[in-house]
């Protein structure tokens, strides 16, 4: 059996499945999640796309302030009321997120009280808050719920035929990209920005490439998998927030990447469920308003706008790729993907 918690400084790993610790069950399982989080998302979207919002509520942090100072985690609402999106802890009524993880062990010594968590109510435990291992999971955890008929139960986010594939692509997608953009932003020293945010934009340059290759509209082509979903996250948040706040600004998606940014308009508008976990306040109140060392006076840019253009064309081989082709990224590129 596979240890769920090793122990205070532990994630959770728990699994979803049938004749286990955590069986599938409507109704008993619970998420807290962060509108802002990209991480947080990936699994909002999971929820969506499976058509799992009947089988899991959900409850949502505020994306500012961190309880205590910052070391009590992030804050649910006193009402409903207090910030749009954002709901009381529907279990418990907890004040703070760290409250949740010293219900699942009072001698929890992790480093941080993150979103996602999937709680457990009958077990009265956390199944598992890393939100890679849900996105792998999750989308079949439930199939002997589900009806087993529709476009929801059909939709295969991790198909035998593209594994290989798509394993291949997150493990340097994860490490360029959905973790870069930290690396560079969080930057503590010249040199360390000056080592990572180059990266970032070698990351999107190959990805710029790998979906004009594959014709799109979907990274691997015809067939939308986890691996949308994971870059989608990052990406919705990149001009709106990693150019200005993170300095990631040797480039944006609108004007420097069209491959992507069609891929990016058509899942936001065309795809149900992209814009409807999407929300933009709590994704730049929660940048520019908590991360008080990056941005003391708080001060949330009005840009940009539109939020998300308009307008899709459809027709990738038509697209011409762009690319950041300075030449540290350039450099950077050749290093890690050819």
Known sequence: MAVVHAGPTDSWH????PESQFPPEAGRYHFYVGLFCPFAHRVLLVRYLKGLESLIDVSVVMPYPKGNGGRAGWRFPTSNDEYAGATVDKLFGSKDLHELYFRADSGYEGTKYSV???WD?????IVNNESAELLRWLPTAFEDVLPKEGQ???LDLYPAQLRSQIDEISEWMQRDLNSGVYKAGFAET???????????FAALNHLESLIHRNGGPYILGSHLTELDIRAYTTIIRFDAVYVQHFKCNLGT???????????????????KGFKETTDFKHIKENYTKSHTKINPLAITPLGPYPEVEEGINLNFAEL?????RHPIVLERQAELYN
Do not use: C, F
Request: hydrophobic share 35%; glycine share 6%.
């Open 320 to 324: 011409k790729p762009g690319s950041v």
């Open 190 to 200: 010249q040199e360390a920005y000056d080592k990572n945010v180059p990266v970032v």
């Open 152 to 154: 929801k139960y059909e």
């Open 116 to 118: 996602p968590v999937l």
């Open 121 to 125: 109510t009958k077990e009265g435990t």
């Open 14 to 17: 728990g699994v979803i499945k």
């Open 253 to 271: 998606i609108r004007a420097n990447y069209p491959v992507i940014h069609e891929w990016l308009k058509n899942l936001y508008w065309n795809v």
